[in-house]
């Protein structure tokens, strides 16, 4: 949702003066960014629920999303300073920018009344991450799975050993295939955002994880058909899925964030974390051991150096805070006047 995003397709422009309803124009936009931007169901919703509140404003106003004028888009930008931090401004901002884009390519709006209107200063926050002590707490605590599924368990120690040692966001590991995974090489096939897809490395630990979680996939997929609790419009995907839940379906993302909890929590980690945060702590811990900012842009799938380079920006944070803890003139204190 920023300006670099490519352009929509190149359909004819239709005449700005055409009559089109609010569900019109909003609808055949959430279409496009399924059909030509191959955004993801989550991306697509966060769209919708930001255009109605917008449409809903308009509405009271008696305007049309295609005729606001730029002094309603200024008016819509001051009632949400003051009632959203300036990171939920932008984001509206940005989906709205998106959206006249589209109905100015398309000549449904003469002009994008956002030209020129710019967004709330945003303090910039380093990502939330764990340490490397952290983390071995974290991959090394014995896990038990759910109600002592041992099955489970084995799913578990693989889904946080590939999440850690590949740098997946959480929507890449659930979507992830059986046959995405070559063990032979430790590769993995992973689709990305906007479909794109990328060959990315795992390690020996994360290996040795999935080899023992196949077999237990295979009878956990066995035992969902048996018990009925995989119904036969789920069983195709679940045989192709390759992480699955107790029921034999293929996993979702909140289920994974809720093991996550449960998971810092045995390790008795006092912090509360995201799936995304072991991405962040993947990527930071490699700057920290002197990889190439470019070599870790490629196995995020980051379209731009400048997002990768956040990660540079958490690791000098974390280096001062070492220093500040451990070196002997940090802590010196002041010597008295005399």
Known sequence: ?????????????????RKATDRDVVAAFLDALVVERHLSAHSVRAYRIDLQHFAEFLRQRQVAPEAASRDDL???AEALHDALAPASVARRLSALRTFYRFLTQLG?????????????????SLPRML?????????SRPLDGDDGDPLLQLRDVAILELMYG???????????DVVHARDDERLLRVRGKGKKTRIVPYG????????????ARRELLQRGVLSGSLT????PD????????WRGSRLSTRSVARMLDKRCLMAGLHKTINPHALRHSFATHLIDAGSDVREVQELLGHARLSTTQRYTHASTAHLMRVYDRAHPHAHRPPQAKI
Do not use: C
């Not at 020996?204 to 077999?215: D, F, I, M, R, S």
């Open 1 to 17: 949702m920023d300006g670099s995003t490519p352009p929509f397709g190149h359909r004819a422009p239709e005449p700005a003066a």
């Open 74 to 76: 200024h008016d819509y």
């Open 108 to 124: 449904w709006t003469a002009s994008n009344p956002l030209d020129g209107l710019r967004g709330p200063r945003q303090r910039k």
């Open 131 to 139: 340490s490397i002590d952290e983390v071995i707490a974290l991959l």
């Open 166 to 176: 590949a740098g997946l966001r959480v929507s890449e590991l659930v979507g992830l």
């Open 204 to 215: 020996t630990k994360a290996q040795t994880a999935l080899q023992a979680w196949l077999p």
């Open 232 to 235: 036969l419009a789920q069983r």
């Open 238 to 245: 679940a045989e192709r899925a390759l992480f699955l839940n």
